[in-house]
Structure formats: C-alpha cells, structure tokens
C-alpha cells in the first residue's frame, strides 16, 4: 500500500500506546490457552512451556507482521483455526512410531517438525504475496468460511469442558459423561462466572477489556476459595526465557532434518493448508480494519508482512500467527491508528512476561478455558442462524438457502469429526465444484423471437404482418458470462431447443460474454456446422476483431468458418439482415422503385382526388446523394418527410463514446419527422442517406394552408400522421415488453 510516512509513523504515541495496551490485554490470556491447547499432546509437564510458546507468538508474529504488514493498525498473534491444526499435527507425531521413543529426543523432533509446518505455511504466504495472489485468496463463498468457523467453535469449545470442569489427566470426554463425579463443581462456579463477567463487562462498557477483568474476576474467586475445595489445577511453575531456535539444523537441541524426512510430506500438507488459512484470516481481518480508518490494506503487503512473521516464528516453534478482528477492534478504539500500535503491543507483551511472568504460573486452567469458551461463542457464525429463519420467511429462496445451509453444515461436520486440514480441503473442493456449478449455469441472459422484437429497419404493413406470421423462425439469444467448458454443451441444448420447430436463423449476442475458451469457441463452431447441416443459419454480433472474443474465434477457425457475412456489429443489424432473407423467401422483399402514385402512401390514406391534388400542389420532391444529410440533430426545421426511393437512416450519437447508434431506418413508403412536425420541436437526432434517395417533403406552412384550403384533407393527414406515430409507439412498447419479461 503506498502510505506516506507521516501515516505510517504519525506522532500520538499516547493513542498507540493506549491502542497497543489495550491489544495486548486481550491478546496475551488467548495466547497462553492456545498454546496449552496446540501442545496438549505433549503432557501436563510440557504446559509451562506450551503457554510460554503461545505468549512467543505474540511477540514474534505481532512485531514482524506489524512493520512489514499491509495494514497499519492490525494485530497479529495465533489463531484458533491455527491452533487446531498444530494440536492435530501434534498429536500426530506423538503417537507415531518413527520418533525416537526417548521423550527428550522425541519432544525436540516434534517440535522440530512443528517448527517445519509454520515455516511451510509462512513460505506459503511469502510466495502467494509475491505472486501478487493477495485478493485471489479472499475469492472463497462464505458458506465455506462459515461452516469451518461453526466446526473450529465447536472444537474450541469440546476441547475447554475439561479443563472448565477441573478436570485434569487422561480422562476423555465419554468417560467423563459417564462418570460426572470426575468433575469439580468449583472449578465449573469460576469458570461461568468468568463467561458471566466478560459477556456483563463487554455490555457494560466498550473501553473496559472483558477478558482482562474477567480474568481477574476469576482468579481471585479461585484463591479465596477455603482450603481444601479443589477446582482444578493452575497453569504451574512459568518462568521466561528467551526462546531457543527450535527449526531442524538450527540451534544445539534442534534434530537434523535427515532423521525427520520420512514425515515431512504430511507436514508439508499441513503448512501449506496452514498458510491458506492464516492468509484468508488475516485478510478477512484487514477488510474490518479498513471500515475503521482511512487507510486501504494491501492484501499483497499484508501476506508477506505475515510470512515474515510466520517464519520468524518457526524458528522457535511457535505457534503460526494471523491477523485478529477483535484485538485489531480493541487497538483502534483505544487509540491505535498505526503500526506503532501492533510494533508497541508486541514490546509490551514481552516486558510483561520478562518482569511478570511466574505469575502467570498461578493462572487457573479453569479460568482460562471459561475466556477461550466464551471465545468459541463469539466465533459461532450469525449468518448461519440468519439462513435458518430465512427457510420460514423466504419459503421462495429455500432451494438457496438450504444450499447454503448445507455447504456450511458438511464443512463443520468435516471440521469436527476429522480434522482442520481435511475440512481445508474439502471446502476447496466444494468451492471448486460450486464455481464449476455455477459457471456451468445457462449462458442466456435472454432469448426472444423475430415476432417478439423487430428490427430498426421500418417496414411496409404486409411486410409486419409477415414478420409477424413467420418471425418465430428467427431466435435471438443473448449471451452473458463465461462461455467455457462448463456451459457451452448446455448452451449447444438450448440452442438445439430453440431451433426445434420451424426455426431458421438463430441469432447469437455475445456483447456480454466476459470469457470464452476454446471449448466454447468450438462449441460455437458445432453449432454454426448442425445448423448448417439442417439448413438453417448462425448469425453472430458483438464478436469483432479487436476484442478478446473475435480474436480467440478468429484462432480457433470460427469466423473463417462462419464467413465474415455471419457476423453483425449489433443485434440490430443481424436481426434486419434475417428479416430480409425471411421477406425474401416470401417474396416480400424491399421495394427499390420509386413510389410515383402518391396517393398510395399511407400518409395520404383515404384522401379523395380532389382532396390529393390539393394536397399535391405544396409537396416537394428532393433527392439526396448516399451519405447526404437530410437533416440534423438541434435543427428547428418542421418539414415532414415521405421516403419514395432508397433508404434513408436515423441516428444519434452514442453516449458510451462509440460512435453513432442506429435508431430507425426507413425506405420507400417510411414517414420521418412527424414529431418536430407536430409541436415544432427541433430535431432530436440526425438523418442522413444511405444510398441515393428521394424524399417527398411537407412544411409546417405548407401544411397551415392545406388546413385553410380543405380542412378535411389536413384533418385526414392529421389521423394517419397519428396513427403512424401509434405503430411506432406499440411496436416499441412490445419490445420493452419481452425485455421486462426476460
């Protein structure tokens, strides 16, 4: 993101400092469960140093990603899902026999491997933000985020019963139901009273951090309970250290990565699944922290500045680390509003562990697990519960909403009764195959007869009632979308549909086709050979040379295929050019001589002979050379016009910047300027000849004198000027008809 530095470093170390505290309250309880939750498969005698890995995070991660991130204000620390991974992994390697069995050995090659893992998905990150795939990652359907998130909720909270309960060694989850007297009912007092004041704290007061009171809260009522009452065990003897470099080949204990080859593959796997995760948690995250400043995140930035962090913290075998919405919330609204805040939330940590840390040692594990319990309720989705009433209140939409419903309950399902790294995948798949679904939906965005919409070419009556007879024989279908290997065979059906009965000329619009491939252009290569086959004909606008479309058909032999006569630069055009191949077969073509016998125009219906030779006497005959201009927009002439010979064309310019746009084109027999003829209006848009053309002209003077003369001779006029404009209006409002239909 390009930030000026009096954004990125502003003074107010006050409001930074304020920020950075605040993050780091919430932050650091989080930390230490999510470490004892990572390394619960080491053993009780390993949490201690769990907690003390959880709290390295913090510091490492938040630091790294805080001055190399792509957005300021953002927090960065370990992460539920995350945690879930690694604990998985963890229990993995301690039940696999390939370890050396002696427990120190053992110990330093699982979190070696662990170690690997981080540093896989903080690679992962780098490479992904490298490769500038920063707003790829986020293209994700939220069914999938929110059922994973529903699957690592329920999770968190199953893996705190215990440790809420007081309940301490290898006791499971079934025997503990089974026998209840394992479970301490101090231990489950504190522990709701813990969710009670961090859920009372935070309905209180905004600025007051729930869980640093609640912890409080909670520790206290531990030890001032009386003597002898047991509720549960505390985190135990905690004294800070720096970290030791943990990462195969670094360091004096670290194992040598040849002994530890044989599993790399299955923590390969787990890194990169852990780098997908942490990318899409930390990115979700900088779109929250972008509605509260005025900075814009870069997704780019923000994945390297987080793989930075991420392998920092493989070094030590901490746990990995991802952007987080609530202590990136708690920094802004103390004050936080740069990355001084996340770079001071990190120093802050680490002075409190230096100075304070035995403390930490006297922390209740059933105080703690109540903090992440409350933690897991807050991840529970609300958009799932909102689809639930959307079943009774949209009863029309729950075709969708039980789609939805179901993408989001088989990604918890799989998140809960396998592991995180298989609902990853699965919801992967399930993203892959709803993409493929829905780019595999019908192409066509409408699809409408010649008898439904004409052409802006103007007709004779016997002409419009053929072309309303016989029109269904030309099918228009315009296109929207990719036209790929997923949709162009159904695209082939329904045009196969289309063409069924007596059709003949099937009109393809690709104006709105985003992409194309080169199944689709073969597809539509098929196409034009069966039509061709069964007589019948493809016609195809929109698809010109300088776009990606007409480049790609004119590769795949398409166009060359086709012919350049099968190709229009609209649907206007294509729809005339079928019109006058269906008038031609019915031996209704466009008449090309010139009308002499003016009374046969329909603008003079119904005249008597005196009436027309008094009428006769003020038309005016005028030619016009191709391309002459008979008149144009803005002009404040009134003459009425009878095209006699030739075609003449009305057009405007087109607002888009692409030139003209046809609007109506007339030959023998057309009547235009009836409007600016009857109010006086100036013109509302060009004319011009397309070839050499003869127009009879009438003057708004011309006519005044016709009314003076014989009033029934203009009141006649008058009615057939009239009932054109009625022609034009009710072809023009069935056309918006099929369009509001579509």
Known sequence: MAENNKNAWAPGLLGELSGGFAAAVITVPQAIGYGLIAFAALGPGFTA?????????????????????????????????????????????????????????????????????????????????????????????????????????????????????????????????????????????????????????????????????????????????PAGVDAGPAIGAFAFAWPEFALPGFGATAPRIEALTELLPVVVVSGLVLGLIASMESLMASLIADNLGDDQHDSNRELLGQGLGNVACSLFAALPAAGSVPRTLANFNAGGRTRVSGLLCGVIILLVIAEFGPLIGYLPLCVIAAVLVAVGFDLFDSWTTSLIRKLRTHAGHRREVLLELGVASAVAIVTVSVNLVAAVIFGLVITSALTIWQLGKTVVHKRYSGAQVRSRRMRSRDQYALLQREGDRIQILELQGSLFFGSSDRLASEIQMAMAGAGRWCILDLKRISDMDSTGARILLRIHKRLHRAGQRLLVCHADRQSAVGRLLEIMDVTEAIGEAGFFVDIDTALEAAENELLASSDQTLSVEEIVDFSALDLFRALSADEMNTVAGYLVQRSFRAGETIFSEGEQTGDLFVVLKGTVTITRDDQGGGGTRRLLTLGPGGVLGELGFMDGSSRSADCHAVDKASLLGLSADAFREISDRSPEAARKILVNIGREIAQKLRRTTQVLAVFEDA
Request: hydrophobic share 55%; with cysteine; glycine share 10%.
């Open 49 to 225: 140093d769990a907690a003390l890995l959880g709290v390295y995070t913090t510091i490492i991660a938040g630091i790294v990603a805080s001055l190399a991130g792509g957005t300021p204000i953002q927090i960065t620390g370990p992460k539920v899902p995350l945690t879930f991974i690694v604990a998985a992994l963890a229990a993995l390697l301690v039940a696999d026999p390939r370890l050396p069995q002696d427990p120190a050995q053992k110990l330093a090659a699982v979190l070696a491997l662990i170690a690997v893992c981080v540093f896989v998905a903080g690679a992962f990150q780098l490479l992904l933000g490298a490769l500038r795939f920063g707003a790829v990652v986020k293209f994700v359907p939220y069914a999938v985020v929110s059922g994973f998130m529903n699957g690592v909720a329920l999770l968190l909270i199953s893996s705190q019963i215990k440790p809420l309960a007081g309940v301490a060694g290898e006791i499971g989850l079934p025997e503990l139901v089974m026998n209840p007297g394992h479970i301490s009912p101090a231990a489950l007092a504190i522990g709701g009273l813990t969710i009670a004041v961090i859920y009372t704290t935070r309905r209180l007061s905004r600025t007051v951090p729930g869980p640093l009171v609640a912890l409080l809260v909670g520790t206290g009522t531990y030890y001032a309970l």
